[in-house]
């Protein structure tokens, strides 16, 4: 897995005519996992949409000593994997089917076109999803939470050194909660750079090395989780107070009053 090191310097995002992004600048190394937080609104989908190379930006985005920009779609395609937070299908394709879109990338034109090695990816994708007996089934036929880890599975399958998670553990029960976030804590312990956007600062001060609070388009805070999760910055920005301590040696945030 080649590095996946991003450099982000003054960048801007403007859509419809409104700044939506301003003078966002940040590090990030391959072998962590970032979460995104911050209010509704903030601009998290939009920073993850940017740094992933789906909508216009200015400023600099730097990928592993290459500029993101240069890169073609194809080769942005293997390197980036991206799960949208919206990520409907509409068709009652089989589960392996929708998964092994992630090999499209890599030169898998078709289901029934798959070489060994796309196959293997394909199953090794399902089973960190424990979807592995349903990859029969119709896509159409599964939950709203079993729909996202199909999509969790499909960005897997691409094997990029770069992952982008908007929401993955939304509309999924606490199980597959806690399943998701160790599984990304593990890609990225395995050399990936993971980015998660997340409401749930809980799990953000469990599972992530950095943390980026954003607040009206821009960079609030960025470090690690006890210093951005701290209760100035909560109080600050969502207006909340929280219970914290600690349990197994890992940090508990619980969002508990509206100031």
């Not at 200015?58 to 920009?69: D, F, H, K």
């Not at 394909?122 to 979807?131: G, H």
């Not at 939950?143 to 969790?152: I, N, P, Q």
């Amino acid at each position: 897995m080649t590095s996946g090191n991003f450099e982000v310097c003054n960048l801007h995002v403007r859509l419809g005519g409104r700044n939506v992004l301003r003078e966002i600048s940040f590090s990030a190394q391959a072998g962590a996992l970032i979460a995104l937080v911050g209010p509704s609104g903030a601009g998290k989908t939009t920073l993850l949409r940017a740094l992933a190379g789906l909508i216009p930006s200015e400023g600099g985005i730097v990928m592993a000593g290459e500029n993101l920009r240069a890169l073609s779609v194809a080769q942005r395609a293997q390197k980036l994997a991206y799960v949208p937070q919206d990520d409907a299908v509409h068709w009652p394709l089989p589960v392996r089917d929708v998964v092994a879109l992630g090999r499209y990338p890599h030169g898998a034109t078709r289901p029934g076109r798959l070489r060994p090695r796309d196959v293997e990816a394909i199953a090794r994708a399902l089973d960190a999803v424990d979807l592995g007996d349903m990859a029969e089934r119709a896509v159409t036929q599964l939950s709203g939470g079993e729909r996202r880890r199909v999509a969790v599975a499909r960005a897997l399958a691409t094997e990029a050194p770069v992952l982008f998670a908007d929401e993955p553990t939304a509309s999924v029960d606490p199980h597959y909660q806690l399943s998701i976030m160790t599984l990304l804590r593990r890609q990225a312990r395995q050399g990936a750079l993971v980015f998660v956007v997340t409401h749930d600062l809980g799990a953000a001060a469990r599972f992530a090395d950095r943390v980026l609070m954003l607040r009206a388009g821009r960079l609030e805070e960025a470090g690690a989780p006890r210093d951005v999760l701290a209760p100035a910055q909560l109080a600050e920005v969502f207006a909340i107070d929280a219970f914290r301590c600690d349990h197994a040696s890992e940090p508990v945030i619980v969002p508990w009053a509206a100031r």
